[in-house]
């Protein structure tokens, strides 16, 4: 119960508008200083402007960036002085094999993750960096996820362990390929999420939908019929009782129970 918050968001977030997602991540949270972490984008200085423009916006002062390309940089003491100094770390969107490639058990990233887990420090992460806080991570497979051997997976940083995080879902069509993960057996369960659509995931793992979009929500366990392991890649899969949900804005939501909480907003 001591961890700090997680914030994940479907990408495309309205950075313009009312700003709705990014203003409830800053009220909840309350930074003092946002670290930007934009590795998983080739256009790195550019992610770091058009946030810091957002953030400032929204009464943050202090908001810095660790540009971190290459592996061989990750461990440099200067960064992890700059994560001792945040009490918000924003992962950017791009690619997030990259990502996890770059920053994965790393001092860096242990210490990330311990002041984590301590409370002390609060995570946010936008496309990328939101499919790359689940484990394992999901990729390629876009509208041919039936057919097997279309998706890949790999680690990922495992703030949620056990459950695989997509992104920019329902614009880009990804259940067929979150549910082709899920029958593989890698994990069983997976959170797809919209565009300008995030969850506030709590220290107990209750989290709440803030957005314009929808929250998917995808459980393998009581699958039947599956001939996964039966056919031969590029086959179309076939299996039944895959378990969907859609959980619209306000609605709360427990990881562990896996079901809609009663005090979600109508």
Not at 128 to 153: T, W
Request: hydrophobic share 35%.
């Amino acid at each position: 119960m001591k961890r700090g918050h997680l914030f994940l968001i479907g990408g495309a977030e309205d950075r313009k508008g009312d700003k709705r997602v990014l203003k409830h991540l800053v009220d909840q949270t309350q930074p003092t200083n946002i670290m930007v972490i934009p590795t998983a984008s080739d256009y790195p200085q550019d992610v770091y402007r058009s946030y810091t423009d957002v953030f400032r916006g929204l009464g943050i002062k202090a908001i810095e960036c660790l540009d971190i390309r290459y592996r061989d940089e990750v461990d440099r003491e200067k960064n992890i002085e700059a994560i001792e100094r945040t009490d918000l770390v924003y992962f950017g969107g791009g690619d997030q094999v990259k990502l996890v490639a770059t920053l994965n058990r790393t001092r860096l990233f242990d210490r990330i993750s311990d002041r984590f887990e301590r409370g002390e420090l609060h995570i946010a992460g936008t496309s990328a960096g939101a499919a790359a806080a689940g484990n394992p991570i999901l990729y390629n497979g876009d509208r041919r996820g039936l057919k097997k051997g279309s998706i890949k997976c790999s680690e990922g940083f495992a703030f949620i362990d056990g459950v695989a995080i997509d992104t920019h879902f329902s614009a880009r069509r990804r259940l067929s390929r979150l549910c082709q993960l899920l029958v593989s057996g890698h994990c069983r369960k997976g959170i797809g999420l919209d565009e300008d659509t995030g969850i506030m995931i709590h220290p107990n793992l209750h989290f709440t939908v803030i957005g314009s979009g929808m929250v998917t929500i995808v459980n393998s366990t009581h699958v039947s019929g599956s001939n996964y392991g039966a056919i031969a890649k590029g086959e179309n899969l076939r299996f039944n009782n895959m378990h969907v949900g859609f959980l619209p804005a306000g609605t709360r939501f427990s990881i562990r129970k896996w079901s809609i909480l009663s005090r979600s907003r109508h």
